[in-house]
């Protein structure tokens, strides 16, 4: 615990170590731990492991701009289907969009009945590309079913709506509702980037829309 602290988020942050981001919307605690990382997070890096904090910086930073390229171009196909085909009709900031990655630690609980991983909510994203280990624990709601484990896939990503793609798109895509469940015997490991647009669009939209 100790180590991890030398990474806590700052009180006003968002990047480091903590609990789940979407905690304090919710009257208990998760089962669950999370590292906020944004670009090379070198900050924490340097502090956690002074003398061998480059392969971590560099391998979060690569992974970062693939998963951009990709949420950009999935976002781009989504559009595409909704007849918005015009890059420039786009209004989601001029250098694309910006994300940061979540990665999610569910330790193994001894009462997995009584406790919640993450509780059920809905990302704040455009959308959300989730890699997840091979242990099962997303679970996702699915009308007139209730909740469906989505089991991992070897090599596969899920890509979740989010909240802000809902609206853009007038809930044509609809934002996904979904939860971490945790077990008793294995620790599950989750690694979320959440794309969404630049800090400097104030409101981002589609044109004609
Ligand atoms: O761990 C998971 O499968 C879900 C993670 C998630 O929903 C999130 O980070 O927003
Ligand atoms: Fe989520």
Redesign the pocket.
């Known amino acids: 615990m100790h180590q991890k602290l030398k990474a806590a988020r700052p009180a006003v942050g968002v990047a480091g170590y903590g609990v789940a981001r979407i905690s304090s919307f919710f009257p208990k605690l998760m089962w669950s731990e999370g590292f906020t990382i944004i670009g090379s997070q070198l900050e924490h890096a340097t502090k956690l492991w002074p003398n061998d904090f480059q392969n971590f910086c560099d391998t979060s930073e690569v992974y970062q701009k693939q998963m951009n390229k990709l949420a950009g171009k999935l976002m781009l196909l989504m559009l595409g289907s909704l007849g918005i085909t015009n890059k420039e009709d786009v209004k989601c900031g001029d250098e694309g969009g910006c994300g940061e990655l979540?990665l999610?630690s569910y330790p193994a609980c001894p009462e997995p009945d009584r406790a919640m991983g993450?509780a059920p909510h809905t990302?704040s994203t455009i959308l959300?590309i989730?890699h997840?280990s091979n242990i099962s624990?997303?679970q996702v709601l699915r009308e007139g079913c209730g909740w469906v484990t989505v089991a991992p896939l070897a090599g596969a990503l899920v890509v979740h709506v989010g909240d802000l793609l809902h609206i853009l798109s007038n809930g044509l895509y609809t934002n996904g509702r979904?939860r971490?469940v945790v077990n008793r015997t294995q620790h599950r490991l989750?690694l979320?980037y959440l794309y969404g647009p630049p800090s400097s669009v104030k409101s981002p939209h589609f044109k004609n829309w």
């Open positions: 979540q999610n993450l990302d959300t989730l997840q624990g997303l979904h971490a989750s979320a």
